[in-house]
């Protein structure tokens, strides 16, 4: 049997930051995101310590969250197991890239996305978790997300 922990399944979302002054973009695979509260609507995203993400998080705390489709299993290696610090995650990607308002990438085939800014930082060994209040939310596309047994089944996690 699974572990408790493993039991669940959840959606795999693509977290797209942004620092506006070295015009730096990134996007990285988060596995950990839950609902925190319903009115305001918050999330609870838990962020690696020392990636290229949690500094551009830093030094710009708004974030665009992407609900991946099954279609999207190719860019999990590529935005989860590759720094954007040392090269970018941009090049050669086989979904169109288009920008929000607020100049955040996102792949326009995904399912959704949500544009939120990070109210406060909890640390939490490995990760920092932010709480994040969601400003604005779009459904693009129909259909079910991307979940964490499908990365399993494939062999792209444990």
């Not at 942004?18 to 695979?29: F, L």
């Not at 590529?78 to 979904?95: A, D, I, M, V, Y």
């Not at 800014?117 to 060994?125: H, N, P, T, Y």
Request: hydrophobic residues 35%; contains cysteine; neutral net charge.
């Amino acid at each position: 049997m699974k572990r408790l922990w493993n039991r669940a399944d959840y959606p795999v979302w693509s977290l797209s930051s942004y620092d506006p002054a070295g015009q730096q973009h990134n996007m990285n695979i988060c596995t950990y995101a839950m609902p925190a509260c319903l009115e305001p609507k918050e999330y609870m995203i838990a962020v690696y310590h020392n990636t290229h993400t949690h500094e551009l998080l830093q030094k710009h705390p708004y974030m665009l969250m992407q609900l991946l489709s099954p279609e999207h299993h190719d860019v999990v290696r590529r935005f989860g197991f590759q720094s954007g610090k040392t090269k970018s995650k941009f090049n050669r990607l086989k979904h169109t890239v288009s920008y929000t308002d607020e100049n955040f990438a996102y792949m326009e085939d995904v399912r959704g996305i949500w544009y939120g800014e990070v109210l406060d930082w909890m640390s939490a060994a490995d990760h920092d978790i932010a709480r994040v209040r969601i400003l604005w939310s779009k459904n693009l596309h129909s259909g079910d997300p991307l979940l964490i047994s499908e990365l399993k089944d494939r062999g792209i996690i444990r």
